[in-house]
């Protein structure tokens, strides 16, 4: 006897919910192994993660299951219905298309060119050699392209490869967007420079103790809304934002004594990604309608806590007097509008992770463009240290002497991570036209920052984007929440408007 | 075409091992969960352990796997012969046999009855009110019962129970032992209780940082050889060892700032349970052989770092002027001495967690008592608090008014937990009786703690003990390392010698 199409659903849906979470067993592995792990555990975790992704994938490429959910998507719940259940058995044929498409001898071939190829690169950067990494580039960029193939593409094979980590969305929306923001950039940076405006950076390499740091970070991320009885914070190398659970969202910092923007402004950016992650309705985890939409809409609710909110004044005069006291030996004598400037300090530099606000989609947009050069043949491996540089000249004005401050700077096209960097700046572009339309309707969100009141922000973000997980794709969610496309104009605005008083341009 | 029994044998330790992966996986999200998770992940920890754990049972009962060991058991590879292979098949022959014995509703009947059975315990002790435990311990004597004959003994139901922590010990050998010690330890108990002398017990209450206690206790725990680059120390509520793979040992203690002991004798307990962990051969790691043998014998390894080593005064003539240095508000002015009689007080209590190094085992002796005549019947739940105070006013000399202090004290019989007390006394004859003959074999452990030297006593029990994994059972190995059958005069001469001095008797 057939089974009825509810009773499919519900049997789809609990299997889905045993694979995630088997995925979020993972996850605390992942996490301990990045923040408490001593290093002679690494090969044993090696094989418990190797253990747990091999039953995963397994899960999800169950011919039966994957049959079911191909019953389900050609069956009467998917059409023409926009409701909870359509959308969920859409987001799963999706997910299950992917990873089916996929020839498992071009699985195994991605996933040891990514083994063997950031072993590559990591010796290349550290010896700053490229030619040591210019045949894995190659390779990669090649399996990239037999990867976009084998999933197929509307318009371009980036499209496919973007599809990962931003779903939807076509390169040529993103190309579109990003074009007009370099335009508008490269003058907005060259009219800061010759400003000839510094501000006196020296203060931001004081000695903030650590303990202090770390408290006023916790201090800072609450006020944003993270919820600590949910979650909590710790000490990385490469600070990060998991959820273990639908009630446990853990970020993670690094803490230098004599700078204090690493830790205070990365407990705020991870703060974002994991108040996003708390807004999720929890009784969703696990499935498509409790998960994040896409890596650029995470990526906007970092840099809008981060940028946003974080290095705006109004948050500032919030905070302030509070820094003041809990740093006293390095802020004491120091004025707000000195802090101020110190930390929205705009200068070209080579190093992306070290980048301000604005020069940073620069950054972004030198890797976009090589990665669509790269994957259509239209640069070669050999050609993109030259390429690198010319771009770096061209955008910011300034080029790296040593491949390992250019070409080799990034960990992400060794670990086969193409189509991936574009969310960093989608994130900044989200960001940007989300606050400009929090700010219209929630009616002023500098004065509420500078009373400490955040709340309204977090409780509107929750609102209009977290609680939906992926009912809708981040292009529709943008289109809902502001009323238009997404476009360079508010983070060119907002940019603009904060640098135009800053250095008076 | 039947398989060759060398090539069975290499198929199921590669399944077995990855059974172990998969239990060394639990042991992270455990380890996570007593030390980090926020209260909030509870009922996700809860799924994921759950998940993790049905795959488990589901490997050791799988039919084709059973069938495997059996045909093992049964072939060549086995017969007459003592080495790793044969150890190894009878150990997991073991393991199979219990697991499969059980009736599933039995399994699933005792599972049921330790949740509810706690939740009822933890009523019944914050409300005073034995009443509402009583069908519960009822309950569980009768199921542990109908388990014993499921699974089978030789001579009583209670070799069954104990099997499960002190593999292949009986318990009348136990009970002849441990009514050997009763016997003679009442008598010094009550000549302590003479004697008259009492230590200054408030030098333990003084102030007592948590930051330097954390540094000093690992300081110590480094000192006898617990390998920190391979393990790490972390606070939780209830302390406890864990290990999440060969090279991955985790301790854990609780501080209280106004009291020395609770941390202090705490980690050194837990570290004397890590290194014998990290003395088991990481190339066995999940194999029999890489495992622990029992649970007496992993208790005299966390004792004798805890107290023979660490109450000792050798071991303080090394360590107090280090700790008069650290601790110079608390112990500036106290003499060695005053320090040594203080940590070394033995006096009649009623709860066990707090008992000294002799009155312990009179605690441990009531329940051992207890447990065999609730099982046999000769002792009905109702009157398990009447048996349990006339025990302690005839073993200690007081009794408590409150059940809460008295028969609910401990969660063990709740949880289902019985045969499990004995092994903590085990644990205490066992280190007095390897001690006795390390110090013989290695001359004079006192003068060489004295010295600050701990390394000689820990790689003669490493060779000993530790390398060996389960290839003994714990009775084999204490009579091979110490050339006679378990006893209780060692134990009972170095309590004698210790408090003779200290007392004066």
Redesign the interface.
């Known amino acids: 006897m057939p089974q009825s199409s509810p009773a499919l659903f519900d049997e789809v849906c609990q299997y889905v919910r ?1 694979s995630s ?2 995925a ?2 993972s996850a ?2 992942e996490w ?1 192994e990045r923040t ?6 690494a ?3 090696a ?2 993660t190797t ?2 992704s091999g039953m995963i994938h397994q899960r999800w490429t169950d011919e039966a299951f994957v049959a079911k959910v191909s019953e389900l998507a050609a069956g009467p719940l998917v059409e023409g219905v926009d409701g909870e259940t359509a959308v969920t058995i859409r987001r799963l044929k999706r997910l299950v298309d992917k990873k089916t498409k996929l020839p498992r001898s071009l699985v195994e071939e991605l996933a040891r060119t990514a083994v063997l190829g950031q072993s590559a690169w990591e010796q290349a950067r550290r010896e700053n050699n490229f030619a040591h990494f210019q045949p894995w580039l190659a390779k990669t960029f090649e399996l990239k392209g037999q990867q976009a193939e084998a999933l197929g593409y509307k318009q371009s094979p980036y499209d496919a490869l973007l599809d990962d980590y931003e779903p939807e969305e076509l390169t040529a929306n993103v190309g579109r967007v990003l074009a007009d923001l370099r335009e508008q950039l490269v003058g907005l940076v060259a009219a800061i420079r010759a400003s000839g405006r510094q501000p006196d950076r020296s203060l931001l390499s004081r000695n903030y103790p650590i303990d202090v740091q770390e408290s006023f970070g916790k201090e800072a991320a609450a006020a944003g809304g993270f919820d ?5 914070l ?1 000490v990385t190398a490469h600070p990060f934002c998991t959820t ?5 969202c853990r970020i993670t910092t690094r803490y230098d004594e004599h700078f204090f923007n690493a830790a205070f402004f990365g407990i705020l950016h991870e703060a974002g990604h994991g108040i996003y992650e708390q807004g999720l309705p929890p009784d969703r ?1 696990g499935m498509p309608l409790g998960e994040a939409i896409s890596l650029g809409i995470h990526e906007s609710q970092s840099r809008m806590w981060e940028n946003l909110v974080g290095r705006s004044r109004a948050f500032w005069q919030h905070f302030y007097p509070t820094a003041q006291k809990r740093f006293r030996a390095a802020l004491g004598g120091t004025s707000l509008d000195a802090f101020y400037f110190a930390i929205n300090d705009v200068r070209p530099s080579l190093i992306r992770v070290e980048a301000d606000e604005a020069t940073y989609n620069l950054h972004i947009l030198i890797r976009f463009e090589m990665e669509q050069a790269l994957l259509s043949g239209d640069l070669s491996a050999a050609d993109a240290p030259a390429a690198w540089n010319d771009k770096y000249r061209q955008y910011l004005g300034i080029a790296p002497d040593r491949d390992a401050e250019g070409v080799l700077q990034d960990v992400h096209w060794s670990a086969g991570l193409v189509g991936y960097f574009p969310t960093y700046t989608l994130g900044n572009l989200y960001a940007a036209q989300f606050f400009a339309t929090a700010d219209q309707e929630l009616g002023g969100l500098h004065a509420q920052f500078a009373r400490g009141e955040f709340q309204p922000l977090r409780d509107w973000l929750r609102e209009k984007i977290h609680r939906h997980g992926q009912h809708y794709s981040a292009a529709e969610l943008v289109k809902q929440v502001t009323g238009r496309e997404l476009s360079s104009t508010p983070l060119l605005a907002q940019l603009r408007a904060k640098y135009g008083e800053i250095y008076g341009i």
């Open positions: 045993q979470l088997l979020s067993v605390v592995l301990d408490k792990m001593p290093a002679a555990g090969e044993h975790r094989d418990q253990l747990l600590f009885t949910r979650g909590r710790d273990l659970g639908p009630h446990d985890f």
